[in-house]
């Protein structure tokens, strides 16, 4: 811990960024910061994102659903530089005032609507497309249990033990020890879950899987902060069968390149706009 704690003052201001890398994708206010248009594309859906773990869930949905043949989830992926401040925009904002990546479009259909929030997103695209959602309400409701599940434990994963573990200025055991303990704690809900079923909602796969893989399937494939032998994520079977299976799907591998800035140039796609740009 830092030789002299923290005193809180009785009025919390503002000063200056904070937090280490991807301090300054953070700010205490909403609202745009500069004005500039979004591009548009050719194809229905127009995907403003970046190929972080929220993002990939959409790119790995919609890769998905083209596999099956929906030609109505043709995209336009563009890419939004979250380090450089893209997702202040005026048009980003007024696709998602809360400035955060993944933002959709649907011009599909007149007014465009537009969805913001992965988790939405992607129940968004499985009930437009019906597909990776049960129709029966009990495999729906598990399917949906296990989306909201993840959108409310991730933040834990990522802004609790990603950031005080991979990212912070200083390394704090007391936070890290905290973050690490629910990180571990996750793992094996979803260890004891596909002890049961070869899926998180039962025998097919579906957008819960597809919401959960990117952060908790590569936490364990060690393609997350670096930290598989920290928790130990070997002891996690089942998680890594899952992971190693899921893995393997065609549409992932895709799904996973576009918005993709970083790692070996093979795998980069900053902008996707028709399938030839991922061959």
């Known amino acids: 811990m830092s030789k002299a704690p923290y005193v809180p003052p009785k009025v919390w201001k503002h000063s200056a960024p904070s937090g280490g890398q991807f301090a300054n994708i ?3 206010i909403a609202g745009p ?36 043949g929906h030609t109505g989830a043709e995209y336009d992926a563009w890419l939004i530089r979250i380090g450089e401040g893209d997702q202040f925009s005026s048009g980003f904002v ?32 499985a009930e437009k497309f019906g597909a990776f959602l049960p129709t029966d ?21 990522g802004g609790g033990f990603g950031h ?19 990180a571990k704690r996750q793992l ?28 908790y399937g590569q936490l364990v494939r060690n393609n997350v902060y670096g930290a598989a032998e920290f928790l130990s ?6 998680v890594q069968r899952w992971a190693e299976d899921i893995a393997k799907r065609p549409a992932v591998i895709r799904g996973q390149r576009v918005n993709r800035t970083w790692g070996d140039e093979a795998s980069q ?7 030839a740009d991922l061959d």
């Open 26 to 28: 953070n700010r205490p």
């Open 33 to 68: 910061t500069h004005d500039k248009t979004l591009p548009v594309g050719k194809h229905p859906l127009q995907l403003y994102s970046l190929a972080t773990p929220n993002g990939v869930k959409v790119t790995i949905l919609l890769e998905e659903l083209l596999a099956l």
């Open 94 to 125: 007024e696709i998602n005032p809360n400035s955060k990546i993944p933002a959709l479009l649907d011009r599909s259909v007149e007014p465009a609507i537009r969805v913001f929030e992965s988790g939405s997103i992607l129940l968004y695209l």
């Open 137 to 157: 309400l009990a495999g729906r409701t598990e399917t949906l249990n296990w989306l909201f599940w993840q959108m409310g434990s991730a933040p834990y994963l």
């Open 164 to 182: 005080f573990y991979a990212y912070a200025p200083e390394k704090l055991q007391y936070p890290i020890d905290r973050f690490t303990m629910e």
């Open 188 to 215: 094996d809900v979803l260890d004891r879950r596909l002890a049961e079923s070869p899926y998180l909602a039962g025998d097919h796969y579906t957008i819960a899987d597809i919401a959960v893989w990117p952060w």
């Open 233 to 238: 994520a070997h002891e996690y079977t089942h």
């Open 269 to 275: 796609v900053p902008e996707r706009h028709e399938a």
